[in-house]
């Protein structure tokens, strides 16, 4: 019975862990301190762990975690709110359709497959933000983002992986 117990904690705590790496992204992300004074912009750090889990477990990472992942990018970069909570879903419906070609590529095909979910996030928000405003916005900033995102996903990678395997996953097994 004991047994019983401590597998049903560490089932649910497994299972929070991809969320819970979720808001720490957004939190560093949009955290108020620039160590390169604004020349580089944030990465979508809270877009890595949605990817990451949509591909390998979707039962951790459902739509519905998108969308709150979005909406706290939203409440904490200060932008339009809605935007990033709209684009998440966008590129989770593309990872959710794409999710057996997204999961056999491996090394320089795995990073395009992150850069063509990061693009489609990217893009989303640009094209809402410029109907919001009503006008087009300059692409460089997007462009930036979606750069700085694919580049800092190739360290980010390895850490999910390792977490992934050394927690959620023995933490999920049955016995």
Do not use: K
């Amino acid at each position: 019975m004991e047994r019983m117990g401590s597998l049903m904690s560490g089932r649910i705590f497994s299972s929070t862990i991809p969320v819970l790496l979720g808001v720490l992204g957004a939190l560093i992300a949009n955290f108020p301190v620039s160590f390169l004074g604004n020349l580089v912009p944030p990465p979508l750090l809270s877009f890595m762990p949605l990817y990451f889990w949509a591909i390998v477990r979707p039962d951790l990472m459902t739509p519905f975690w998108a969308f709150m992942l979005g909406l706290l990018e939203d409440f904490l970069s200060g932008g339009p709110p809605g935007v990033w909570a709209a684009s998440y879903l966008a590129a989770y419906a593309f990872v959710d359709s794409q999710r057996d070609m997204l999961a056999g590529l491996s090394g320089v095909g795995a990073l395009v497959g992150f850069g063509v979910a990061a693009l489609t996030a990217c893009a989303s928000a640009y094209v809402i933000v410029d109907i919001y405003y009503w006008r087009l916005q300059p692409l460089a900033p997007s462009m930036a983002e979606l750069a700085i995102t694919v580049i800092e996903y190739i360290a980010a990678v390895f850490a999910l992986g390792a977490i992934h395997r050394r927690v959620v996953g023995p933490l999920r097994s049955d016995f």
